[in-house]
Nanobody, 127 residues
């Protein structure tokens, strides 16, 4: 069965860094897009970063541009999110997601057939 398992979350002080990982397994179709999303308490889920599989093409939310970097290791079936200069407003549950039908890799609303989500990893940034 399809699984996306995130790790790497934790608690850091403002200005610190974390690297999130997401290991994918069980896919019968190739992933076309991979992305990171986040949801803070009482807020809507928002896209953070997206990338096309096997491509250097990336998209970022304005709020994280210049601070976060999405990358992939296809040999390890792993997606990463390097987060630098973290701010308290980055506090949220972070989820990775994969698209296997749609090639729209902008981190918008990935709720179509063939979109898969992990269970999330918590990131807390204190001031």
């Amino acid at each position: 069965r399809v699984q996306l398992v995130e790790s790497g979350g934790g608690s850091v002080q403002a200005g610190g860094s974390l690297r999130l990982s997401c290991v994918a397994s069980g896919f019968t179709r190739s992933a076309l897009c991979m992305g990171w999303f986040r949801q803070a308490p009482e807020k809507r889920r928002e896209g953070v970063a997206g990338t096309a599989t096997g491509s250097s093409s990336t998209s970022y939310a304005d709020s994280v541009k210049g601070r976060f970097t999405i990358s992939q290791d296809n040999a390890k079936h792993t997606l990463y999110l390097q987060m630098n200069d973290l701010k308290p407003e980055d506090t949220a549950m972070y989820y990775c997601a994969v698209r296997t039908f749609s090639a729209d890799c902008y981190p918008g609303s990935w709720l179509a057939v063939g979109d898969y989500w992990g269970q999330g990893t918590q990131v807390t940034v204190s001031s």
